[in-house]
């Protein structure tokens, strides 16, 4: 089974505008981090925003939020005021907390976001 | 200071080839991850190494892929022989020891075509 969905292949938004990501994930851990990255057309792969699985609070950095929903086990990606250098291919990504040093990094399909001008 | 360093940026080859990829990660950082990134997809992990140790290489087609941290820093992901499904961006990424909320730096990538 899928450890990580992403249901959007592509989004598009206006300049900006707010726009939201979809992130589902699946796991029995009760102690895991979920992670959304950016990667742009040059490839390389930037870290946006974190999210623990006992944090009370939605996490937020600058322009990105994440809406945590527990019980729903999704975690969206929110980008207010979308700029034109959004546009790139967004990936949530799961770490759980059972499997010790390992702890494996899992992505899913990731949302492709072009902003438009 | 100075981010996961990658090369080749670009690599093709005929089926049958070997071929290898390098990486240099961040200073310090004893975790180090090869992903394969086919188009398309998310990256899918081979292997992570914990200073030259070898933690997870469950996804790593070990009939044909083999990778090596020699002394714990450097490490070089090889493919021998290719096969035209192995056409993808290889991606290396580092971090600290692995907690919960560790974030991976990541490299550029290495992007293989086999033909």
């Known amino acids: 089974a899928q450890k990580i969905t992403q249901t959007q292949p592509g989004m598009f938004v206006q300049e900006k505008e707010a726009v939201t990501l979809d992130c589902t994930y699946d796991?029995?851990?009760?102690?895991?981090?979920l992670f959304w990255y950016k990667q742009p057309s040059s490839g390389e792969m930037i870290f946006l925003i974190y999210q623990g699985s006992y944090d009370q609070q939605n996490a937020t950095e600058g322009r990105y939020s994440l809406n945590f929903q527990k019980a729903r086990k999704s975690a969206n990606l929110v980008i207010s005021a979308s700029q034109l250098g959004d546009s790139a291919m967004y990936f949530c990504a799961m770490r759980e907390g059972s499997s010790g040093s390992a702890r494996q990094l899992t992505f899913g399909s990731g949302t492709q976001l072009t902003v438009l001008p | 200071e100075a981010g996961v360093a990658q090369s080749p940026r670009y690599k093709i080859i005929e089926k049958r080839q070997s071929v290898a990829f390098w990486c240099n990660p961040i200073s310090g950082h004893a975790t180090l991850y090869w992903y394969q990134q086919i188009l398309g997809q998310g990256p899918k992990l081979l292997i992570q190494?914990?200073?030259?140790?070898?933690?997870?290489d469950s996804q790593l087609p070990k009939d044909r892929f083999s990778a090596e941290r020699l002394k714990g820093v450097d490490s070089t992901l090889k493919i021998q022989p290719a096969k035209l499904e192995d056409s993808a961006v290889y991606l290396c990424a580092s971090s600290g020891l692995v907690d919960l909320n560790t974030e991976a730096f990541f490299g550029q990538g290495t992007r293989l075509t086999v033909v």
């Open positions: 796991t029995s851990d009760p102690s895991y981090g």
């Open positions: 190494f914990q200073n030259n140790g070898v933690v997870d």
